[in-house]
């Protein structure tokens, strides 16, 4: 079982990839709205497993990816943007996010994303 932080400042997309998430590989222990309050909840928690938002008030994603791998390098991040800028997303990816995944997604998407991000990790 990995332990995962959900970082999104949507209600709605934390409760949807919280309620998405595979219950048999995957143990919520965070909602975060913004990449401030995530890097306050990562410290105090420790998740294998953080999905991310990069468009957020106060911290956006990509600061907090770059914050987070610092304090946990083997950490692993899944981008979850509605963003059409491939570009952003790259750049997520080059300051240590593992995989993205676009929004809107369905269950099957978002296991498939999570699975994939983990591979080799399951206990």
Known sequence: MLDVMIVDDSNIIRRKIERSADRQ???I???ARNGLEAVDLFQAHRPQVVTMDLTMPEMDG????ERLVKIDPAVR???ISA???VETGILALERGARGFLCKPFDDEQLNGALTELVEGLHD
């Open 25 to 27: 590989f995957f143990n």
């Open 77 to 79: 991040i899944l981008v």
């Open 29 to 31: 222990v965070a909602l």
């Open 62 to 65: 990509i600061e907090c990816v």
């Open 83 to 85: 963003l059409s800028d």
